[in-house]
C-alpha cells in the first residue's frame, strides 16, 4: 500500500480505518481492491440534457480505463441542467449560477471521500466550466473528459442545428410554413447526443479544456455518437493512473502560461462570448492577474483562424472536426503558443502538436491569411461601462452604429415587440434588470438574437444588454454590460429615445448624454424590488460579483 496516497491515509491503529474499510466493502469491494488509488469518475449524466444523455457509457470507459491500469474507480453523479431546456422559464435564471454550485458539489465529493486523482466528465454551457474551477480547487492528478458535439441535422436541403429553430419559428410566425412543417423540422434539428453542433458555449467550453490541457488531443473534435470517443474516455482512465505514478496534478497543467494559451485559441476560434465570464472566473480561482483588458488585447494580437457558425454561416461542428480539430488549430498558430507546457496526455504541447495535421487549410486557416485580422472578442468601452461582443459574427455595415435606444425591462417585453413589428430600423434594443443580481441569474438573451437575425433586423438594429447571450447567437449584440442596472449602473437610467452610439473597431459604447444628466437621473432612480427573495437565486443575487469580474461568489 503506498501511505502518500489520501485514501490510504488513515492508520490502522484508528478505528475509523475499519468504518472506511467496511462501507466500501458493503458495495462489494475487496480488500485487493481498498490496496489501490482510489479514483474519483465524476459524471454529469442525467435523461434531461442531450450533452449529458450518453455519458453513461463514457464513465464506464472511463472505469475499464482506471481499473484496467490498476486503480479503483467509484462514479458520482453531478448536477448538470441545460441552457435550452431551461429557456423560456424560470430555470434560465438558474444556468449560469449552478456553474459555482457544480464545482462546489464535486469539490465536496471528492474531497469528503479523501480521492486520489479524478477523471471529470461533461459537455455544456455551465457545466465544463464548474469542472475546471473544481479541479483547480481539488488539485489532484485529473483529467477531463467533453462530451462531444452533436450530429448535424438534415431537413431538405439545410444543414440543422439547435439555432435552426429560430429561422424555422420565424417562417411559421410569417405564415410560409404549417405548423405541421415547423414540427417536422423540431424532429430532425437534433438527431442525437452531444453539444448543439455549432461553437455555442458548449463546444466553445470543450475547446477551452483541451487547449488549457486539461482534456486529451483531439477530444473536442470528437462527435458524441463515434465510438472513438468511448475509446478516448477509456485512455482517459489510464492517462489519470500515469498521473497518479508521476504526481502530475491540475495546477501543474493550468499554469499561467497555459492559461494564456487557452485565451488566445478563444480569440482564434471566435468562441462564445460567455468565456469572458468563464474566463476571469477560472483566473480568480488560480490566481492569475486578468481581466477584460486583457482578454481585448490579446483578441487584437491573435487573428481569427477558425470560424464556424455563428461567426460563419457555412461551417458547423463536423467541418472543424474534418479539418483536423484543435490540435490541427493549435498547430496553425503554435507561434503564438508557449508550446512548453504540460498536458493531459502526460506530453508537452510542442509534442502533442508534432502529430497534428491540418487537413483542409480552408476551414483552418493560417495565420498569414486568417478570416479576420483580430480574434473573436471586442470589449467596448464607454460612459455606459464595460461590455463584450463577438465581432466576427457582427456584419461589417453594423461594426459602427448610431441609434435611438429602445428600453425594456426584462427580454420578454423585447421578444413581444419583435414579434408584433414594433421594432424599427435603426432602434438599439435595450434590455435591463438581466445580470448577475437583477435577474437575477443572467439569463441569456437568445430569442431576442435569434429573432433579430432570422427577421432580417440584424444589419440595421443593435441590442445592448447586461444579461448573456448564447454562444450561438450572432448579429450585433453587445453584453454583459457591467454595472448592471439593479447595482445602479448608467444602463438603468436610459430612456427610449437616448442616442447609443457603437464603434466596435474603436472599442467604444457610449450613450449621447453629458455625466451632469447622467448623474441627475441617477439621483432620482431607485432600484426595483428583487424579482426573487429565497432560495439558491437569492443567495447568488447578494453574493455574485459582476459580470466583467467573472459573476463568481464573493
Known amino acids: 500500500m503506498d501511505s502518500n496516497l489520501r485514501s490510504k491515509g488513515l492508520s490502522p491503529d484508528v478505528p475509523q480505518y475499519y468504518i472506511r474499510r467496511a462501507l466500501f466493502k458493503a458495495m462489494g469491494f475487496t480488500d485487493r481492491d481498498l490496496e489501490k488509488p482510489l479514483v474519483a469518475i465524476a459524471n454529469t449524466w442525467n435523461e434531461i440534457l442531450p450533452g449529458s444523455y450518453h455519458l453513461d457509457r463514457i464513465a464506464q470507459a472511463v472505469k475499464r480505463g482506471v481499473q484496467e491500469a490498476g486503480g479503483m474507480a467509484t462514479i458520482f453523479n453531478v448536477m448538470a441542467p ?48 464548474g469542472l475546471i474551477i473544481a479541479a483547480a480547487r481539488c488539485n489532484l492528478p485529473t483529467v477531463l473528459v467533453t462530451g462531444g458535439w452533436m450530429p448535424v ?5 439545410d ?47 470543450g475547446i477551452a479544456a483541451e487547449a488549457f490541457g486539461l482534456s486529451l488531443p483531439g477530444n473536442s473534435g470528437l462527435c458524441a455518437t463515434d465510438a472513438a470517443l468511448e475509446r478516448l474516455a477509456e485512455e482517459a482512465g489510464r492517462k489519470i493512473m500515469e498521473h497518479v505514478k508521476n504526481d502530475l496534478r491540475a495546477r501543474d497543467i493550468m499554469t499561467e502560461a497555459a492559461f494564456q494559451n487557452l485565451v488566445k485559441v478563444a480569440c482564434a476560434t471566435s468562441g462564445s462570448t460567455n468565456l469572458a465570464i468563464h474566463f476571469p472566473a477560472f483566473a480568480h480561482e488560480l490566481g492569475y492577474s486578468f481581466t477584460l483588458d486583457d482578454f481585448d488585447r490579446i483578441s487584437r494580437q491573435t487573428p481569427s483562424i477558425m470560424e464556424i457558425k455563428p461567426s460563419h454561416p457555412n461551417y458547423l461542428m463536423e467541418d472543424f472536426s474534418r479539418a ?20 493531459a496526455s502526460g506530453q508537452t504541447l510542442a509534442q502533442n502538436l508534432a502529430e497534428a495535421e491540418i487537413r483542409d487549410p480552408e476551414v483552418i486557416r493560417p495565420l498569414s491569411n486568417p478570416r479576420s ?28 452604429h448610431r441609434g435611438p435606444a429602445r428600453v425594456f425591462e426584462q427580454e420578454e417585453d423585447c ?43 440584424d444589419k440595421s438594429v443593435a441590442l445592448v444588454t447586461d444579461g448573456r447571450f448564447s454562444g450561438t447567437s450572432g448579429g450585433p449584440c453587445i453584453g454583459h454590460l457591467s454595472p448592471e442596472a439593479m447595482v445602479g449602473g448608467p444602463i438603468g437610467v436610459l ?20 455625466d451632469g444628466e447622467i448623474n441627475k437621473r441617477k439621483t432620482s432612480w431607485k432600484p426595483p424590488q428583487p424579482k426573487v427573495t ?9 453574493h455574485a460579483t459582476s459580470a466583467d469580474k467573472g459573476a463568481y461568489l464573493e
Open 82 to 129: 441545460c441552457d435550452g431546456q431551461g429557456a423560456g422559464n424560470v430555470g434560465f435564471k438558474y444556468l449560469l449560477p449552478s456553474r459555482d454550485l457544480i464545482a462546489s458539489s464535486v469539490e465536496m465529493m471528492i474531497e469528503h471521500a479523501s480521492y486520489d486523482a479524478a477523471v471529470m466528465i461533461g459537455t455544456c454551457d455551465k457545466i465544463i466550466p
Open 495 to 514: 430612456r427610449d429615445g437616448d442616442i447609443i452610439d457603437i464603434d466596435i473597431p474603436a472599442r467604444r459604447l457610449n450613450v449621447e448624454l453629458s
Open 159 to 205: 444543414r440543422l442545428d439547435i439555432s435552426s429553430m429560430g429561422k424555422y419559428f420565424v417562417l411559421h410566425k410569417q405564415g410560409r410554413i404549417s405548423r405541421e412543417e415547423l414540427n417536422v423540422v423540431e424532429s430532425c434539428a437534433c438527431p442525437g447526443p452531444g453539444a448543439c453542433c455549432v461553437m455555442g458555449t458548449a463546444n466553445s467550453m
Open 534 to 542: 429565497h432560495g439558491w437565486l437569492a443567495y447568488f443575487a447578494k
Open 324 to 343: 483536423g480539430g484543435l490540435q490541427a488549430v493549435m498547430k496553425s498558430m503554435q507561434s503564438l503558443l508557449d508550446t512548453r507546457v504540460m498536458t
Open 415 to 457: 421578444i413581444d415587440a419583435l414579434l408584433a413589428g414594433k421594432v424599427k430600423e435603426g432602434e438599439v434594443l435595450v434590455i435591463r434588470y438581466e445580470g448577475p443580481r437583477g435577474g437575477p441569474g443572467m439569463r441569456e438573451m437568445v430569442m431576442t438574437t435569434y429573432l433579430i437575425v432570422e427577421m432580417g433586423l
Open 153 to 157: 441535422g438534415h431537413y431538405k436541403e
Open 373 to 400: 485580422k483580430e480574434g473573436g472578442f471586442a470589449i467596448l468601452k464607454g460612459n455606459l461601462g464595460i461590455s463584450v461582443v463577438k465581432q466576427t459574427a457582427v456584419s461589417r455595415e453594423m461594426q459602427k
